[in-house]
């Protein structure tokens, strides 16, 4: 094991633990509307790392995290990073067959948890009581945090983060939007979401306040605006869908929040108008970013400009690259896809067999190791980058080439759709065709009304074939995009 680099960021826990011991009583965490102080924290930490060292586990093996968000699974993952022991951090919502073979992939020598009852969990780790002090040494090139993709296409692959790399993108991520002490910071993503890094864990580390948000509730408008005035809150992260529920509910201004971050998924027209009246002293940004590479791009956004939103420019020490189909790289307009590099991205996935799709040298000649996004970026004439869609879901319909994404986003566009996923399904007589599924605000919008809503906006092989209207929300990934093999599942293989 190389030696820790001195010059390198301290790590995670190592800064969470300087805060506690500066400021004990401060309130680190607000769940259910309890106050959870710094001192109260570090205890829960400190009793799980001694339930972790009388599992007598081997040193360095890893291990799975199966718990939903709350106090107690927090306290667990700083014990696991003081003891240096990396840990793989899946959707507890992911079927058990996904789960044992994530574990497996991982080496996971136990599975842990902090909630009774959990199938597949080893050791239920409870967090009172005592223990010793939490470890500081660490070495940035070792694995803490195992995310995983969303896995919407199949197994989800596993990403290593190094500690180094999370310490680099939280102080970041701080410094960017003015996240510390006396300041208060919204975690709406689940645990395992990539999102966690800036909301809870950057939070922690530099001593300011979270508002954990529950997923059992995490659809409710009432309930999410109610935590954001309730607590003050100042800064806030998440998926559209969060802003769009917030914006369905209530037209009451949030006047304590100053950052609103969105990220994750495209912005739709409707939900981007929403935004300046719910935050009418917050800057808006999109931040753009894969699990993989954690964030990219940022850009601070005007309504007025209308959509598809920027992707922004780079963010510091981040190098990004359009290449086109043949492999060239693109200097001028144009769509390509995007190769990133990155200070706090993973050095590849756990599994070094799916590297080769991803990962490799820099386009034209560059320097270091890039990761290809598989997102189709377009750079207009002015320089500015937005998101066209994805390599993997371009499809041909009728001989031409089709982007769903696209025909998703004029979807999203009609005041009566609440969301939208289009599917290229097989078809006896077309060979493809697009199927269009449908979550309707209003009852009485029928299939006719959205097909004519797309032919007005897109060419005749883009229109879908199919449109069907759903009363119930779309299965969602872990990561809350739209599950598209249960889509296919559920709606067409049933038939309904």
Same mark, same amino acid.
């Given at each position: 094991m190389r030696p820790t680099d001195r010059s390198a960021p301290r790590s995670l826990v190592h800064r969470f633990q300087a805060r506690a011991a500066r400021r004990p009583g401060a309130t680190a965490l607000v769940w259910r509307?309890?106050?959870?102080?710094?001192?109260?924290?570090?205890?829960?930490?400190?009793?799980?790392?001694?339930?972790?060292?009388?599992?007598?586990?081997?040193?360095?093996?890893?291990?799975g995290v199966l718990a939903a968000k709350s106090p107690d699974a927090i306290a667990l993952v700083l014990a696991l990073l003081a003891q240096r022991r990396p840990f793989l951090l899946p959707s507890p919502t992911l079927a058990e067959p996904t789960l044992r073979a994530l574990f497996a992939q991982a080496g996971c020598v136990a599975v842990l948890s902090t909630e009774q009852g959990r199938p597949l969990v080893d050791h239920v780790i409870a967090t009172d009581g005592d223990g010793p002090e939490l470890p500081t040494a660490s070495d940035p090139d070792e694995v803490g945090f195992m995310l995983t993709t969303s896995g919407s296409t199949g197994l989800p692959?596993?990403?290593?983060?190094?500690?180094?790399?999370?310490?680099?993108?939280? &102080?970041?991520?701080?410094? !960017?939007? /003015?996240? =510390?002490?006396?300041?208060? $910071?919204?975690?709406?993503? @689940?645990?395992?979401?990539?999102?966690?890094?800036?909301d809870l864990w950057t939070t922690l580390a530099a001593g300011g306040?979270?508002?954990?948000?529950?997923?059992?509730?995490?659809?409710?408008?009432?309930?999410?605006?109610?935590?954001?005035?309730?607590?003050?809150?100042?800064?806030?992260?998440?998926?559209?869908?969060?802003?769009?529920?917030?914006?369905?509910?209530?037209?009451?201004?949030v006047s304590t929040v100053d950052h609103v971050i969105v990220t994750g998924d495209v912005l739709p027209e409707r939900c981007l108008a929403a935004l300046p009246d719910l935050?009418?002293?917050?800057?808006?940004?999109?931040?753009?970013?894969?699990?993989?590479?954690? &964030?990219?791009?940022?850009? !601070?956004? /005007?309504? =007025?400009?209308?959509?598809? $939103?920027?992707?922004?420019? @780079?963010i510091s020490g981040v190098d990004a690259v359009l290449v086109d189909s043949d492999g060239a790289v693109i200097d001028g307009p144009g769509v390509g896809e995007l190769h990133v590099r990155t200070?706090?991205?993973?050095?590849?996935?756990?599994?070094?067999?799916?590297?080769?799709?991803?990962?490799?040298?820099?386009?034209?000649?560059?320097?270091?190791?890039?990761?290809?996004?598989?997102?189709?970026?377009?750079?207009?004439?002015?320089?500015?980058?937005?998101?066209?869609?994805?390599?993997?879901?371009?499809v041909k319909v009728r001989g031409v080439r089709i982007n769903p994404q696209e025909v998703e986003r004029v979807l999203l566009a009609h005041p009566d759709v609440a969301e939208a996923a289009v599917l290229a399904l097989p078809d006896p007589v077309a060979g493809t065709a697009l199927h269009a599924f449908v979550g309707r605000r209003d009852r009485s919008l029928n299939s006719l009304a959205v097909r004519k809503h797309c032919a007005d906006r897109l060419p005749r092989q883009a229109i879908p074939s199919a449109v069907h209207l759903l009363d119930t929300p779309l299965p969602r990934t872990a990561t809350g995009k739209p599950d598209r093999a249960r889509i296919t599942r559920d709606h067409v293989e049933k038939g309904t």
């Open positions: 509307h309890t106050e959870v102080d710094y001192g109260g924290l570090h205890r829960l930490a400190r009793a799980a790392y001694a339930r972790l060292d009388a599992l007598g586990l081997p040193p360095g093996a890893p291990v692959k596993v990403v290593p983060l190094s500690t180094g790399a999370t310490a680099r993108f939280a &102080d970041w991520a701080a410094a !960017e939007f /003015d996240i =510390g002490p006396h300041r208060t $910071v919204l975690s709406y993503a @689940p645990l395992n979401f990539d999102l966690s890094l800036l306040r979270v508002v954990l948000a529950e997923a059992d509730h995490s659809t409710r408008g009432a309930y999410l605006l109610d935590l954001l005035v309730a607590h003050e809150v100042n800064v806030v992260q998440a998926v559209p869908m969060f802003f769009q529920l917030l914006a369905d509910h209530t037209r009451t201004p935050f009418p002293n917050a800057r808006l940004h999109n931040l753009y970013g894969c699990t993989e590479t954690n &964030d990219s791009f940022l850009h !601070e956004i /005007d309504p =007025g400009a209308g959509v598809p $939103v920027p992707l922004g420019k @780079p200070p706090f991205q993973t050095a590849g996935y756990l599994d070094p067999a799916l590297d080769a799709d991803r990962f490799g040298p820099g386009p034209g000649g560059r320097a270091g190791r890039y990761f290809r996004s598989g997102d189709l970026v377009r750079r207009h004439p002015d320089g500015q980058l937005t998101l066209e869609g994805r390599t993997d879901f371009q």
